[in-house]
């Protein structure tokens, strides 16, 4: 008859991390039972730095409030990646991940208490792209960077499902993973 059926939707590839989590630095203990959703259209460098950010602004202040509380977002929209709302439903942190263009960052500068961006590429991309357009708190945002060779050794590593462990000190991570340790550091840069 001629007729081609439409092409199926790719589906979401669903990960299942538990995350010990030692935030020295924060003075942040915690375990993080996650599922993440990894779409599509999201590289395995954007959907780690995602996680790694939910991490990293982790409080367990929010906690009791998980029916408004805190969602590891998806790609793309008009939420951010990673979020938190208290129990009034203001917008407690707004996170960012990857390359936010202005009119999203400007938004959440004006919703959020806390606006931070984690990203995975160059952060001189973001910079340069921002530079002189008056990003309202700008100066408060901070940009948090990991280095590509570090995502790529977690990127080997990981599994659809996997125990991890992640210890913050002093901006470096370090990270082990089913008997495999992997260290990085981060690059924070504060304000856009």
Avoid at 83 to 89: F, S
Avoid at 137 to 155: C, K, N, V, W, Y
Avoid at 163 to 188: F, N
Wanted: charged content about 25%; hydrophobic content about 45%; aromatic content about 8%.
């Amino acid at each position: 008859t001629g007729y081609d059926a439409p092409p199926m939707a790719l589906s979401a590839t669903i990960y299942t991390f538990n995350i010990s989590l030692s935030d020295m630095d924060r003075g942040v203990y915690a375990q993080l039972p996650l599922k993440i959703a990894q779409h599509p259209a999201e590289s395995v460098d954007y959907m780690l730095t995602r996680v790694l950010a939910y991490c990293l602004e982790y409080t367990d202040a929010l906690q009791p409030f998980r029916e408004c509380g805190r969602s590891v977002g998806t790609v793309g929209g008009a939420e951010p990646a990673v979020w938190a709302k208290d129990y009034t439903g203001a917008i407690k942190l707004w996170v960012e991940v990857g390359l936010p263009d202005f009119d999203k960052l400007h938004r959440a500068a004006k919703l959020a208490e806390r606006v931070a961006v984690y990203t995975h590429r160059d952060p001189l991309q973001l910079i340069r792209a921002l530079a002189g357009r008056g990003l309202f708190r700008g100066a408060e945002i901070p940009l948090i960077s990991f280095d590509r060779a570090f995502l790529a050794q977690l990127a080997e590593r990981i599994g659809r499902r996997a125990a991890i462990d992640l210890s913050v000190t002093e901006q470096s991570l370090y990270v082990h993973i089913d008997g495999h340790s992997i260290e990085g550091k981060m690059d924070v840069k504060q304000g856009l």
